[in-house]
């Protein structure tokens, strides 16, 4: 089932249409601060991306020995989406190098920027936003996809920090909303590195001025890409939880009035029902409306112990999971058929 969050419209426009996956992939340095994160590997947690790019495109990686899994043994949330591709295959798999330690070997299309991974946000993250987001807006308006419709997702760890701190650098009350790779958020953590990287924001700070010292490279160029591709008319999907919320709030901060009629999110239930966040609260922020839905999808159906630790909190959205999963069921494909493809990848 597809959950429609409140005050959106239907999709079954989408309905048997194909769709591109396009996969920003990018590394920040705050995912090296200890305890912050869990999305990998500890001590190998910039391999996320590239582990995850690798998988989805092969159903293999080549970077390490084994995918990317928390220290609790949940595997990358990219089984689910390349469990979708095998069954219903996108009409392409792209994939966005936005500041990568280690490029992902694969065949599939990879844009590259020349843009370096960004710095830890306690320590400024350093990022070039002016440059960054006008060259991600003038991409934008250039690329169209060859399918019916985009779906753009992300792997970024400790993308939930730097989202939070970006929503509070805008202005935005976003405290307690933002999800975790954890079942239960290291919020001390978290808290703490944000509030240093607050202090590096003056009041004089244009927006963008803000974002260069406290965001990520992933953010600040999905919210200029959205804001350049979606002048072409073609439906786009933000596959992901509340840091594609974060992009839509900082294109609110740019520009309020923002025509958003072809842009909708799609996230997972494991986003959309966490008590620890507030997805619908980040979205209710916005001053344009935007359509949001999010897969009813869950693990009830198998006995594999990894992946039952998804139904309890232990991960919850990556690499498009959600919009892969409602992509699916627009499709036809089945839990059953899902649950089951996805199992075959932990034999």
Known sequence: MIKIIPNSTDIQNLKGKSATFLLALSNTKTADIEGITQAGIPGLIHLTPTLDAEFLASGEVKSLENIAETPKGVPTPALITRAVHLL?????L????????????IENKIYGFNIHPSNRIDQHAQIDAHALFSLARSFGKSYKPKSDYLIIGES?????????????????????????SFKNDPTNIKQEVVQKALK???????????????????????????????????????????????????????????????????TTKWVYHDSHSDILGLLNM????????ASEFDFSLTNHPALKLYDQGEAKEGV????????????????????QKVESFLV
Do not use: C, R, W
């Open 88 to 92: 219903k295959p996108f009409h392409a």
């Open 94 to 105: 792209e994939f966005l190098d936005l500041g990568l330690e280690k490029i992902p070997q």
């Open 156 to 180: 970024t760890p400790s993308g939930t920090t730097t989202a939070l701190a970006t929503a509070l650098a805008l202005g935005y009350d976003a405290n307690e909303m933002f999800s975790s």
């Open 200 to 266: 590096h924001i003056h009041p004089s700070d244009s927006i963008l001025d803000k974002v260069s010292k406290v965001s990520d490279n992933m953010l600040i160029f999905t919210s200029g890409f959205l804001m350049g591709a979606s002048e072409n008319g073609y439906p786009i999907i933000l596959a992901g939880g509340t840091q594609m919320a974060a992009v839509l709030l900082l294109i609110n901060a740019l520009t309020p009035n923002f025509n958003a009629e072809n842009i909708a999110l799609f």
């Open 286 to 293: 916005l001053d344009f409306p935007i359509n949001a839905y």
């Open 320 to 339: 498009g999971a959600g919009a892969a999963l409602i992509y699916a069921e627009l499709n036809g494909i089945s839990k059953e058929e899902i649950t």
